[in-house]
């Protein structure tokens, strides 16, 4: 019993310390005239933009505290400087990837 709890102990400690990372945008697509920002949970400081098909590094930015919420650990990446129609992926440095999105006039 002893080791029992001990496991379920440890499996809850490590979630409740363990840092995620996640990556939140308008899956859809932006409009290369508007702004176009994402938010980003966790701890990174840097983002890539890979295109989807052949997943080739088109821009690195740094991401940036938000303006409004400052509690929390959520932060912005502006990607609205890339003005190339096409399919991308925003990459953080500790892995996480977010789902594919369009930049298109239309």
């Known amino acids: 019993m002893r080791t029992f709890l ?15 990372q996640s990556i939140h945008l308008n899956s859809p697509g932006f ?6 920002k994402t938010s980003v949970i966790g701890t ?6 890979k295109q989807v098909a052949g997943q080739k590094d088109v821009f690195n930015g740094e991401i940036s505290s938000p303006a409004f919420q400052k509690d929390g650990n959520q ?5 609205s ?26």
């Open 44 to 49: 990174a400081e840097t983002f890539e933009i």
């Open 6 to 20: 001990l496991i379920i102990f440890n499996f809850t400690y490590s979630g409740v310390f363990a840092q995620s």
């Open 31 to 36: 409009l290369l005239q508007s702004s176009k």
């Open 75 to 79: 932060n912005v990446a502006d990607i």
């Open 81 to 106: 400087s890339r003005t190339k129609n096409g399919k991308y992926y925003l990459k953080l440095v500790g892995g996480t990837k977010s789902v594919g999105f369009t930049l298109s006039a239309m």
